[in-house]
């Protein structure tokens, strides 16, 4: 009898297990957030609604203080948001926000390596604090973007930093990775291997990737979607197919991301 129950719970898990999986890789319903910078005033994120589906990336554009950093930092729930629902790799952030944080996996200014450990023991020390930590794949990671797995988290360079932290973020498989000025510090050889890695990941169709970048070239290579912020605002959030109208001049020439970024941004403070 025990053992019959064992296998209708664990046929009861693996249901909800599928379910889960089958659930997109990040819903956000509405997302408000609002505080003061010095000097500069009040500055809101307003009603911030979009999907991304598992196996596609989403590109995040606008002009520097625009909220991408913010929008990123409440997705990864290092700051909170004032209204609005999330749910991560299925899991709804307000009733299971350890077990959505541990599917997230994050490359930016915010993440940082213990300065007095070396690559290696930082692996096995952060690392413990996600179930499924690969560390030989995080050490296979280092090795294929040429950053010695003995160099001090206080000796890396930031082009360094930005390959380590992708290295960690993909050995505890993420299902929703977030990119924050990713490639900023990096060669154009690098910067073509690390995008190159970012689509194989996608191959899978097990995570969703927000990638926000002022390089739009890279965005033009990679992504799926493109979203842009205005002033805290989603201005739109489009398939590159639906974009294909936006990008088309008064003169029918091609723009490219950046030209349409630079005039809806003149649009905006008219």
Do not use: W
Request: negative net charge; aromatic residues 8%; hydrophobic residues 35%.
């Amino acid at each position: 009898m025990q053992e019959q129950i064992r296998i209708v719970e664990s046929l009861d898990m693996q249901e909800k297990e599928r379910e889960r999986l089958s659930r997109p890789a990040i819903s956000v319903q509405g997302l408000e957030k609002s505080f003061f910078h010095f000097g500069e005033g009040r500055f809101t994120l307003k009603d911030i609604s979009f999907t991304l589906e598992r196996g596609y990336m989403l590109g995040l554009i606008g002009r520097n203080g625009a909220g991408k950093s913010t929008l990123l930092r409440i997705l990864l729930q290092s700051i909170p948001r004032k209204r609005g629902s999330m749910e991560i790799a299925g899991y709804d952030v307000a009733t299971h926000a350890t077990e959505a944080k541990k599917l997230v996996g994050y490359v930016g200014e915010d993440f940082y390596f213990l300065p007095r450990e070396n690559l290696r023991e930082n692996g096995r020390v952060l690392g413990a604090f996600y179930p499924e930590f690969d560390e030989e794949r995080y050490l296979e990671l280092l090795s294929r973007f040429e950053v010695g797995a003995e160099k001090l988290g206080s000796a890396l360079s930031k082009g360094e930093t930005t390959k380590a932290q992708l290295a960690f973020a993909l050995s505890h498989k993420p299902e929703l990775l977030l990119l924050d000025e990713p490639t900023g510090g990096l060669d154009p050889v690098m910067r073509r291997e690390f995008l190159y890695v970012l689509q194989s990941e996608l191959v899978e169709e097990r995570m969703g990737i927000i990638f926000s970048t002022h390089i739009t070239e890279d965005l033009d290579k990679v992504a799926d979607y493109i979203a842009m912020l205005e002033k805290g605002e989603l201005l739109f959030c489009e398939s590159k197919e639906e974009l294909s109208e936006r990008l088309t001049g008064e003169n029918g020439e091609r723009l490219s991301l950046k030209q349409l970024m630079v005039r809806l941004c003149k649009e905006g403070g008219q």
